[in-house]
């Protein structure tokens, strides 16, 4: 049974059926529009994630250390880029970037 049979099934007369579809059907592209921009929205914030995290690695990389409140800060970005759906290509820097020592001393 169609929408629009079904509306008339019920008592609602064919004008009123196809300004209901109409509606209907601008609700559904909208969803879609707007499901199109919540996923670049997704991605975009996982990009920026990812090359902030980068950035903090190869900082602490040179340093050879990272302290705890840029490690704490570092896990908080990860954990939003890996609930934002990440495919796992952060994981071997975020385990690296951990495991740095927490101060100069501890490198030398």
Request: no cysteine.
């Amino acid at each position: 049974m169609t929408l629009i049979t079904l509306l008339q099934f019920i008592g609602v007369p064919a004008v009123f059926s196809a300004a209901i579809i109409a509606i209907a059907a601008n609700f559904g592209k909208r969803i879609k529009e707007n499901d199109k921009e919540t996923q670049a929205v997704k991605s975009g914030v996982q990009a920026l994630l990812r090359a902030q995290m980068i950035s903090e690695y190869n900082k602490a990389k040179d340093k050879g250390y990272a302290p705890i409140y840029a490690k704490e800060n570092f896990q908080n970005m990860w954990d939003n880029y890996h609930n934002l759906g990440a495919n796992g290509v952060m994981d071997a820097i975020k385990d690296e970037y951990l495991a740095m020592p927490n101060r100069k001393e501890e490198v030398e």
